[in-house]
């Protein structure tokens, strides 16, 4: 196992769409092991491969309080959506920045094991938020880009500052 590196907003890699994965095989499964790895450290409670440069269409996420419901999505597809909530967001790409995002409350997910077989899941809460927030990563879109354009400005350069400065 091992601690990957994770990309920060703005790095332009963060915007690259993943590709979806025929074959579910030691690679994949030694890649998910070290996101999930990655994730508790950090700590976070959702982690997607596009964040740690790797674009394939895989993310875990873990909203448990005792960190114990590791779930690893592969190709996750959201089949059905209803509702709507509100929830405060941070993201392990954009450290130290969280603001309100507008999701659907609830979600039905199709995806596939490790062990490739697929299956479908129903979420709500903040799963469904955290799924959600994964699978937009996958297709390129930090949950800044929610906010305003100011609001996107403002991170940006904040993000920026703080880069230079750990150089
Ligand atoms: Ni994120």
Redo the contacts with the bound molecule.
Sequence with gaps: MALLSILHYPDPRLHKVAQPIDAVDDAVRQLAADMAETMYAAP?V???AT?VDRHIRLIVVDVSEDKDRLMTLINPVIVDKDGETVHE??????PGIYDKVTRAERIRVRARHLDGREFEMEADGLLAVCIQ??I??LNGK??VEYLSRLKQQRIRAKLLKQAKEAM
């Design positions: 976070g959702g982690l997607a964040q967001e941070g993201c392990l790409s954009v927030h994964e937009d990563h930090v949950f």
